[in-house]
């Protein structure tokens, strides 16, 4: 497996502590971290990760975790085993009920081959108004909800839903968590986690 990472060189400074984590994480069960950076100015970070993932589908056999660079994985976090199932994108609903790409787990096969195509190819549009698929403007969460529920409508089940322990936003659930993205709820909680990383 290959726990893929892509962050802008302020942004991976800022988050230093969770990309140590991620990188521990990787050390500890002998996955691939592949950290990518660079200026801030050099691409639109939220994108490139699809180029990223489609490059990797493509020249690997790996399967592929995508993970933000304000993820924190927490010791206690066990081996990524949940893909016995037949599916093919793992992924954790956020707080809005919606599919949160700061986790996102692809099976290297020909479904997720063709989802990523998709999804390049709908990145060129802007998000319908009014159907609850637009998260920002800039990013590609937008872009994943809106064609997960195309894939869905049109019978293409090849989602799996995994507990929210694995990307979790939220404070009730941080002691149980697998996974600290500090995103909404949870943002004020980095400085904890960063002094305790930096001590």
Not at 6 to 15: C, E, G, Q, T, V
Not at 52 to 57: A, G, N, P, T
Not at 97 to 107: D, I, Q
Not at 172 to 193: G, I, M
Request: hydrophobic share 30%.
């Amino acid at each position: 497996m290959i726990l893929l990472c892509l962050a802008s060189n302020s942004y991976k400074l800022r988050y230093l502590s969770c990309i140590k984590s991620q990188e521990n994480y990787c050390y500890r069960y002998k996955c691939t971290y592949r950290l990518i950076s660079g200026a801030d100015s050099d691409k639109n970070w939220k994108r490139a990760k699809i180029e990223e993932i489609e490059y990797l589908l493509e020249n690997t056999e790996e399967d592929i975790c995508l993970i933000d660079a304000d993820c924190y994985i927490k010791d206690t976090c066990p081996p990524m085993n949940f893909t016995h199932t037949e599916k093919s994108i793992y992924y954790v609903n956020g707080k809005s009920g919606r599919l949160n790409s700061g986790f996102l787990y692809f099976k290297n096969n020909d479904q997720t081959k063709k989802f990523i195509k998709d999804l390049k190819e709908k990145l060129k549009k802007n998000i319908p108004r009014g159907k609850g698929y637009f998260v920002t403007a800039e990013g590609e969460n937008g872009h994943i909800i809106w064609l997960q529920d195309e894939y869905k409508q049109n019978g293409i089940d090849i989602f799996h839903a995994l507990p929210v322990l694995w990307n979790c936003t939220s404070p009730k659930l941080e002691n149980e968590a697998y996974v600290l993205h500090f995103t909404n709820d949870l943002k004020k909680r980095f400085n904890y986690y960063n002094n305790v990383s930096n001590n």
